[in-house]
């Protein structure tokens, strides 16, 4: 049977396996354990445990639980209130200001968590009952929340970033000083398409009452959650930069720092305890499941050869191999919208992580455009993560439609930050090139 006919049979049975409701790990790793046994019989089966067991009991891997910890605690530790206070003193008194403000906090978010969910449910529950009582409309409101709490897997620490790295055999620590800089450019191209949209329709995003708005002593009192926040970016970031930890270790520290900042705000109590560490362990559990079932899906693709027939396609790409990344975007795109952006990682990074570097090309450059596309994937409709977080947590009479609607200019912002990176690879590169 041809390496052709082979693959549309292996994805054509994931796929059918995805429509009937199966999760993506069982999906992969199922239908990978299928094959390997009607293909190479019953002796072929101690292969994929070897790998998975050599996979499973790496160092880096560690940092994920780590990571996700952090998120489940910040969540419920009272910050999230204080810098909404903060941004709502600031820039309540323009048009946009609190969309805006609110995808600042989630950039602030995403380099304390590594997670997408974690500001988007927070910032659906703080921000958006109130950008709806000042008449906010219901797409920018909405919009602003789901973008910017997509911004938790490019800007560091990312737990997706360490996924990419444990494919990829790429180093954290570089990926995350990667994605400073895209991240902090595309959360600019958000708030710059907040004000614009906000001063063309006026009534979009109106701003605060004269009698609402922060005195200069309100503003200039910084709440503890600001200072907080603050020490833990310096503590994650910080330490990685500087070559002080590695990232493993940086995320230990962090989610120790996330105990503090719990307790200080007075919300440690045994629940909450409990209730991070459950939620802790569904998550890691179902990433680690996630990433079994592509070990094993990668392995019986390699096994047949079929790297070397995607590989032939991308290289028949117009273009040469500019041409092949540009597919690979296309591809990610288009799977952005029905699959798990980990599985979409463990899926193909293994087959394109070769390819491009044999084109030239670095795999931090490519890991970070990878994980801008992922990111695009969390608000796609209609299978984007972060669409559900958001109906979850909205009110009853907001719809999946409105949502869909509010999202896809951000979208706009999101590939043409995509663009910018890929057309100047130094913004992904810059910062790695400085670490100790």
């Known amino acids: 049977m041809s390496i052709g006919v082979l693959t549309l049979l292996i994805f054509g049975v994931v796929i059918v396996a995805l429509i009937m409701g199966l999760p993506v790990g069982f999906a992969l790793g199922g239908t990978a354990a299928a094959f390997t046994y009607f293909l190479y019989g019953t002796e072929a089966m101690s292969v994929i445990a070897t790998r998975c067991y050599g996979q499973m009991t790496g160092f880096v891997i560690v940092c994920v639980p780590l990571f996700i910890f952090m998120g489940t605690m910040l969540e419920r530790s009272g910050i999230a209130a204080d810098l909404y206070k903060t941004m709502y003193r600031w820039s309540g008194g323009v048009r946009g200001g609190l ?14 968590t590594g997670l997408s969910a974690t500001a988007t449910v927070t910032m659906g529950s703080v921000a958006l009952p109130e950008m709806f009582k000042r008449n906010y409309n219901k797409g920018m409101a909405l919009g602003c929340i789901g973008a910017g709490g997509a911004l938790g897997i490019l800007i560091p620490p ?9 494919i990829a055999q790429e180093s954290v620590g570089r990926l995350f000083m990667g994605g400073i800089l895209p991240g902090i450019i595309l959360g600019s191209l958000f708030i710059v398409f907040i004000f614009v949209r906000s001063a063309i329709q006026k009534d979009i995003a109106p701003a605060l009452p004269p009698q609402d708005r922060a005195t200069w002593q ?15 970016i310096v ?6 930069f500087a070559g002080i930890a590695t990232p493993t270790e940086a995320a230990g ?16 109590t045994w629940q ?8 802790t362990l569904k998550i890691s559990a179902m990433a680690m499941w996630i990433y079994l079932g592509s070990l ?32 690979m975007q296309i591809i990610w795109f288009f799977m952005g919208m029905f699959l798990d952006p980990w599985g979409i990682i463990m899926i193909t990074a293994p087959i394109f992580c070769p390819l491009v570097t044999d084109l030239g090309f670095s795999l931090v450059w490519f890991g970070i455009i990878c994980i801008l596309n992922m990111e695009m994937a969390y608000i796609t409709p209609p299978f984007g993560f972060n669409l559900f977080y958001l109906k979850g947590v909205a009110p009853p009479n907001i719809t999946l439609g409105d949502i869909y609607r509010g999202v896809l200019p951000f979208i706009s912002c999101q590939i043409v930050a995509l663009a910018l990176v890929m057309v100047f690879p130094q913004l992904a590169l810059y910062l790695p090139s400085l670490m100790n």
């Open 296 to 327: 094993c899906f990668t392995t019986l693709y390699y096994s047949i050869g079929a790297p070397d027939f995607i590989r032939g396609l991308l290289l028949q790409a117009p273009g040469g191999a500019w041409g092949a990344i540009i597919s």
């Open 253 to 268: 520290a962090g989610a120790f720092a996330t105990v503090i900042c719990a307790a200080i705000y007075h919300k440690l």
């Open 235 to 240: 503590v994650v970031l910080g330490t990685i």
């Open 158 to 166: 990312s737990v997706t970033m360490v996924v990419y790295a444990l």
């Open 218 to 232: 309100e503003k200039l009192t910084l709440p503890r959650g600001v200072i907080l926040s603050v020490l833990i």
């Open 99 to 112: 969309a805006a403000g609110t995808v600042l906090i989630c950039m602030v978010f995403a380099a304390m």
């Open 272 to 279: 909450i305890v409990k209730e991070s560490c459950y939620q």
